[in-house]
């Protein structure tokens, strides 16, 4: 038996679900089960609309404690708990999903919860597969979302996405949704257009 069978959970279906940029209910209330319910501080990248933990998104619409790009979190390493990370993405590549991992395997101490319609393994940025689950909701043709826990073992390589040439550079993957483009890498540039909001 190999770790996707010995760790695998089972289906998660979500009853009711309007297709939206939140957390179906079910994974919604798992989450918080499993984190801030345990008294864990928790980061959502990408989770501009969450209603838990600390939210960064781009998004200033979506009601974020942090606007900021999650490529290039404005925190310090291991400064949470838990980091969930939904990225909006329809397509990752192997080389894409490391790179989106990346920055969520730094600031975590503990945890990382991915939710996506693709598959990330995280063993090159020293995670370990904990437990994942299949999800769907139950109108038919829907996409099978993987929800996956991992835990932390080590601190990755690079604590940021590192723009590369070539089969798994960031271009062609995130052109529709270009973060680089409106908060351009802190070492280089001046970090002012990150802002950062109050919160509890």
């Known amino acids: ?33 499993e984190t801030v319910e345990q008294g864990k501080s928790v980061l959502q990248l990408y989770g501009g609309m969450a ?4 939210t960064l998104d781009i998004d200033p619409a979506t009601g974020p404690n942090v606007i900021g790009n999650s490529l290039y979190p404005p925190f310090r390493c291991k400064s949470f708990d838990t980091v969930i990370v939904d990225p909006p993405y329809s397509d990752l590549r192997s080389g894409i999903a490391l790179q989106i991992l990346g920055p969520a395997v730094c600031l975590a101490r503990q945890r990382i919860w ?35 826990e991992y835990q932390v073992t080590r601190h990755p390589r690079y604590c940021h996405a590192v723009p590369r040439k070539g089969k798994y550079g960031l271009p062609p993957a995130v052109r529709r949704y270009d973060w680089t483009r409106h908060f351009p890498h802190p070492v280089n540039h001046d970090p002012a257009p990150v802002q950062q909001r109050m919160f509890g």
């Open 51 to 54: 209603r838990f933990g600390v």
């Open 114 to 148: 991915w939710f996506h319609t693709c598959w990330s393994v995280g063993q090159a940025l020293g995670l370990k597969l904990l437990r994942w689950w299949t999800c769907s909701p139950c109108s038919l043709g829907a996409p099978i979302r993987i929800l996956a």
């Open 1 to 33: 038996m190999n770790i996707f069978e010995r760790t695998y959970q089972g289906f998660i279906q979500f009853k009711n679900y309007k297709r939206s940029w939140a957390f179906p209910v079910e994974i919604e209330r798992m989450l918080m089960a």
